[in-house]
T-cell receptor, first 112, second 115 residues
Framework: SQTIHQWPATLVQPVGSPLSLECTVEGTSNPNLYWYRQAAGRGLQLLFYSVGIGQISSEVPQNLSASRPQDRQFILSSKKLLLSDSGFYLC???????????FGEGSRLTVL | AQSVAQPEDQVNVAEGNPLTVKCTYSVSGNPYLFWYVQYPNRGLQFLLKYITGDNLVKGSYGFEAEFNKSQTSFHLKKPSALVSDSALYFCAVRDTNTGGFKTIFGAGTRLFVKA
């Protein structure tokens, strides 16, 4: 069966510091992968999606970047964090057969 | 552009009563519609989906949703609410115009079920 892992689960970082959040998927190959951000426990904003290795589409201009160095690995990064980067970050992959998204458990980032 | 609206920030219902969480959508083609649930500090979990076929779809935990094309709605329902149903619910539409790569979410509706 497929599983998706995110880490770290929680992170507290100072303004101006770098960021790296990792997401890996097991049990499937060539998945479409997604990074969403959820602010204040409400709506989800699509940040990036990737349909293959090295292929990244950005939805919102921002302080963040994404990379996909391997088929089942998706990384969210920043060189210098802003206070507004605080939030709950969710990685997901989509089932080609059913169209539903499968989410990781999320990474909560607090920028101080 | 695809969009999803959840008009209620919060829905309160007594345990044992029926519940409805509303969702309307806007798409340019045939809609792929989904409901997800989120418990505190967790990722989202899939509840049910409509792609084609019967307008009434049944999902996990006794939930169902009715697709209404004329009203562009996809309301989530359950005949008898449980306290454990209290959570944040998201309606979503899959953007088929971009090859089905993007799923757009509503703002979410917080459901409170009182014992």
């Amino acid at each position: 069966s497929q599983t998706i892992h995110q880490w770290p689960a929680t992170l507290v970082q100072p303004v101006g510091s770098p960021l790296s959040l990792e997401c890996t998927v097991e049990g499937t190959s060539n998945p479409n992968l997604y990074w969403y951000r959820q602010a204040a426990g409400r709506g989800l904003q699509l940040l990036f999606y990737s349909v293959g290795i090295g292929q990244i589409s950005s939805e919102v201009p921002q302080n963040l970047s994404a990379s996909r160095p391997q088929d089942r690995q998706f990384i969210l990064s920043s060189k210098k964090l802003l206070l507004s980067d605080s939030g709950f970050y969710l990685c997901a992959w989509i089932s080609a057969n059913t169209g539903e998204l499968f989410f990781g458990e999320g990474s909560r980032l607090t920028v101080l | 552009a695809q969009s999803v609206a959840q008009p209620e920030d919060q829905v309160n219902v007594a345990e044992g009563n029926p519940l409805t969480v509303k969702c309307t959508y806007s798409v340019s083609g045939n809609p792929y519609l989904f409901w997800y649930v989120q418990y505190p500090n967790r990722g989202l979990q899939f509840l049910l989906k409509y792609i084609t076929g019967d307008n009434l779809v049944k999902g996990s935990y006794g939930f169902e949703a009715e697709f209404n094309k004329s009203q562009t709605s996809f309301h989530l329902k359950k005949p008898s609410a449980l306290v454990s149903d209290s959570a944040l619910y998201f309606c979503a539409v899959r953007d088929t115009n971009t090859g089905g790569f993007k799923t757009i979410f509503g703002a979410g509706t917080r459901l409170f079920v009182k014992a």
